[in-house]
């Protein structure tokens, strides 16, 4: 592909074609005197001692530290305000579980009279550690998505690390003393956990997994004299075991707890902490509120150093398939052509239009063959089909900012009564300045908006348009490329065909088109290559635009819109994704494109041209011409238009013209001057003649609403699934070798705890172990699994969108996938955990219930103190009272 795209800049035209190689043009550059007078210069070494004169600058940043510290700062805060609703509702959230919180023990008695009691405040005040750490986990998604800006300005040397750091998660915290560093000490940990993990779901595997190591050895669940020996060192570095004992000590040294229960010589306040084995001495509130402290520094420190020596994953590329070019025939120009593809092109040249051969005419008068690959999607014939559109308004509520600046009106009118028609074989481009109204009107005409005010008529070959059909036979490329990262080029279009082609279609024929489809837009090579992330890995953007264009193609629509389909792309990816554009068009569908600021190779591809004002109305309704003649002919013949200038893009000229101010300059309105026209009375005349359906001519109808059954629905969601999940090692291995890790870990603290049923603090430990076990893979799924569903999400709203399934098959494929890892996880975590902690493994039936109540018994006997129970000499009579 590349040695024949490379024929157009061929400058010898008494020399035939032949390709040079990159390689080549770079050891001629080094034989070049040039290239060795540079080469000698370079093998010199500068004295570094010395300051070069040429030097830009001699400092490595641009300004002083202090203005760097500054610039980060302003630019911080400036992020908190935009993101304010994430601050508003995480401390909403707060107020929230504090009022849950307070309202659990509301008109209840709350006394301060025995050990017990003491329990329950224990119980509280742990529950507000957990608020306030968990509350801190935000803060982990938020600095993985500022990594990629992160890194780019790093590299670029926008500042020093140590300005980077910004200490808002006191913002979220509770204005307590201890509350509050330990508010700032949950977010300077997340975000060292993001910028170490540097991918949201391995980062958010790594938090959790913080966050029950550090609740477990805080002090509550397990108490200080249970922890196991080994594990006595992740005792003392745990920073909720400082926090625990710090709201410990400053509770229950208090007044309400100096009094002394009968039978003892201690304050209630004190056995309390004794019992918990947690530090009696009141020193400890200092101790703990000085190791937060500590700790938010050593955490902002450690984030420091990790953002300044570690790396993102992988870094953006384009995908560079192996050239696997079929043989080829060589004329006698030197241009290499299949037979089978030379024979296609003369085929095609005898019916191209005028239009479209003359746009496909290179620099040296060939027409280039690359223009019309596949142009014959032979294996699956589709319906031409013409849309026309008369008077369309748009018009959506009036915003409240604007009411608020004086505008009576209730409503906001984004289209005034736009009409055209779309033909097949002919490329259409909508453009306009910004907010004109190019993608309100795709949307409007497509059925993709769900909101507002509509009115006009829509004909599709004559006949009132219907979504529920119009979105069988319609295609819409998105401008942002939405695709599942974690499937092939090859099984997105086989997915996309799966569910959008009729039923009847055997799967012979459809991978059959599938691979034409490709080989239409140059996606061959490409077959086996993960679509990836945008801007993480997989495709480049140019290659993703294809892809979004073949997704739609699969489903042989008869009409496609695309918006932007060059949007972000250089020059040459533009004119790659353009041929893709035109390649479709002269298959004979309907295609229409919004376009911004296009070059003039892309503004000469096009047909005719629907031009949009500010505001919503029609300027310019025709065709475009050969090198835009037709068009600048028009706008040229409206009095005091300037002229265009030789080589200017007539693309710029004709939105500079036609801008506001030159209407203002010139007094004159062009929405008025083309209603006036005579190209104006030529629409109206063919939009009455297509707004008539032919003779012989059919409604669209369709027995069922998708073209697959819900049984086909939910497999072909299932099947997707599976490959998403299978290729996604960050999240499944992950997971699974933590839950296994985790599992030993759980199993050393909480060694043989199960079996031991002595103490009352034994029974404590038992329902902390459970309660934690428990807690551990709830939490641990639930949260890696949200980055999963956020970015499916986006793909399920672009497919249901396009009618491949509805919901519940979608929700089907998410479900049952989960399944066999969940198993497989539990599985591993269950047996780790319940073996090591010395749970019983008797199952308990009917026809031995005195075991299972005896054993409980005996528990409680052991604490009579606490639970009251009288046991009599003979274990066989215990009873309550």
């Avoid at 870094?315 to 052509?337: C, D, F, S, W, Y």
Wanted: hydrophobic share 40%; glycine share 8%.
């Amino acid at each position: 592909d590349i040695k024949k795209r490379s024929e157009q800049y061929w400058a010898c035209n008494d020399k035939p074609y032949n390709f040079v190689s990159v390689r080549e043009f770079a050891e001629a550059f080094q034989s070049f005197h040039v290239g060795q007078k540079l080469g000698d210069e370079l093998a010199v070494p500068f004295d570094k001692a010395k300051s070069h004169p040429a030097a830009l600058t001699t400092t490595k940043y641009g300004v002083s530290k202090k203005e760097l510290l500054k610039a980060c700062i302003s630019r911080e805060y400036l992020l908190m305000k935009r993101n304010s609703f994430v601050y508003i509702f995480k401390i909403t959230q707060l107020i929230f579980m504090a009022f849950i919180a307070m309202t659990v023990f509301l008109r209840s008695e709350m006394p301060r009279k025995t050990v017990t009691d003491g329990g329950i405040f224990m119980g509280a005040l742990f529950y507000v550690v957990v608020i306030i750490l968990f509350n801190g986990f935000a803060e982990l998604a938020m600095s993985i998505m500022k990594l990629p800006v992160f890194y780019k300005q790093r590299d670029l040397l926008f500042f020093l690390l140590g300005h980077t750091l910004y200490p808002h998660g006191s913002l979220r915290s509770q204005s307590l003393l201890l509350k509050l560093p330990f508010g700032c000490l949950a977010s300077g940990m997340f975000r060292f956990v993001g910028a170490v993990g540097r991918n949201i779901i391995v980062a958010n595997t790594f938090g959790t997994f913080a966050i029950l190591v550090f609740l477990v050895l805080g002090g509550f669940i397990l108490s200080r004299d249970d922890v196991q020996k080994w594990w006595l060192w992740g005792y003392w570095i745990s920073p909720v075991m400082y926090g625990q004992n710090a709201i410990a000590v400053n509770e229950f040294l208090g007044k309400s707890w100096r009094h002394v229960p009968p039978n003892s010589t201690e304050p209630l306040g004190l056995l309390v902490l004794k019992s918990r084995a947690l530090f009696p001495e009141a020193q400890w509130y200092w101790i703990g509120v000085g190791a937060l402290i500590g700790y938010v520094l050593l955490f902002n420190f450690l984030c420091t150093l990790a953002l300044a020596y570690l790396n993102p994953f992988g870094k953006p590329h384009a995908v560079l398939p192996e050239e696997t070019l079929p043989e080829r025939n060589a004329n006698k120009t030197g241009e290499l052509i299949s037979t089978e593809q030379g024979e296609r092109i003369n085929e095609v040249q005898k019916t191209v239009s005028p239009r479209s051969r003359s746009s496909s005419v290179g620099s040296t008068g060939e027409v280039d063959p690359t223009r019309k690959r596949g142009m014959a999607l032979q294996h699956l014939p589709f319906e031409p089909l013409y849309i026309t559109f008369d008077d369309i308004k748009y018009a959506v509520d009036m915003p409240q900012e604007m009411k608020a600046q004086g505008i009576l009106e209730d409503r906001l009118e984004l289209l005034k009564g736009v009409s055209g028609a779309f033909r097949p074989g002919v490329l259409t481009a909508l453009m306009g300045v910004s907010g004109a109204g190019k993608t309100t009107l795709m949307d409007v005409l497509a059925g993709r908006k769900t909101g507002g005010y509509i009115e006009g008529r829509i004909t599709i070959s004559g006949y009132p348009k219907k979504q529920e059909t119009f979105a069988r036979i319609a295609g819409y490329c998105e401008q942002n490329d939405i695709h599942s990262p974690q499937v092939t080029v090859y099984e997105s279009l086989q997915y996309s065909a799966w569910l959008r082609l009729p039923p009847e279609v055997d799967s012979g024929t459809k991978k059959m088109f599938i691979e034409e489809v490709m080989e239409l837009v140059e996606l061959t090579p490409l077959r086996d290559a993960l679509v990836g992330l945008p801007g993480v890995d997989g495709l480049s953007t140019e290659q993703r635009k294809r892809l979004t264009i073949a997704v739609e193609l699969v489903a042989n629509p008869s009409i496609i819109f695309m918006d932007e389909p060059t949007s972000g792309l250089d020059a040459r990816a533009a004119a790659i994704v353009m041929r893709t554009v035109r390649n479709t068009v002269d298959t004979g569908r309907t295609v229409v494109c919004t376009i911004h600021q296009p070059s003039i190779d892309i503004f000469d591809a096009f047909d005719e041209l629907l031009l949009l004002k500010r505001g919503g109305e029609e300027i310019y309704v025709g065709p475009i011409g050969f090198h835009s003649s037709k068009l600048i002919k028009y706008f040229e013949g409206v009095d005091g238009v300037i002229k265009i200038r030789d080589g200017y893009n007539p693309a710029t000229w004709m939105l500079e013209v036609t801008s506001d101010a030159q209407e203002a300059a010139l007094g004159i309105n062009f929405a008025e001057v083309y209603k006036n026209s005579e190209l104006y009375r030529r629409n109206r005349t063919l939009i009455k003649e297509l707004g008539i359906p032919a003779p012989g001519c059919k409604d669209l109808h369709f027995p069922t609403q998708y073209s697959q059954s819900f049984f086909t629905q939910c497999m072909a969601c299932l099947w997707k699934q599976h490959w998403s999940y299978w290729r996604n090692p960050p999240y499944n291995a992950v997971r699974l070798l933590f839950t296994t890790f985790t599992a030993l870990m759980f199993g050393t603290m909480f060694w043989d705890l199960g079996s031991k049923r002595r103490r009352q603090q034994d029974l404590f430990n038992a329902m902390g172990t459970m309660y934690t076990a428990v807690l551990f893979l709830g939490a641990q799924n639930c949260i890696s699994v949200q980055p999963i569903v956020a970015i499916e999400r986006t793909v399920f709203y672009r497919e249901r969108a396009a009618g491949m399934y509805s919901a519940l098959p979608y929700s089907f494929g998410q479900i049952v996938i989960e399944l066999p890892y969940i198993f497989v996880q539990t599985v591993i975590y269950g047996v780790i955990v319940y073996a090591m902690i010395g749970f019983e493994w008797t199952v308990t039936n009917d026809s031995e219930p005195q075991y299972c109540c005896h054993s409980f018994i005996s528990l409680c006997c052991n604490m009579e103190p606490l639970l009251r129970i009288h046991c009599s000499p003979d274990s066989k009579k215990q009873y309550f009272v």
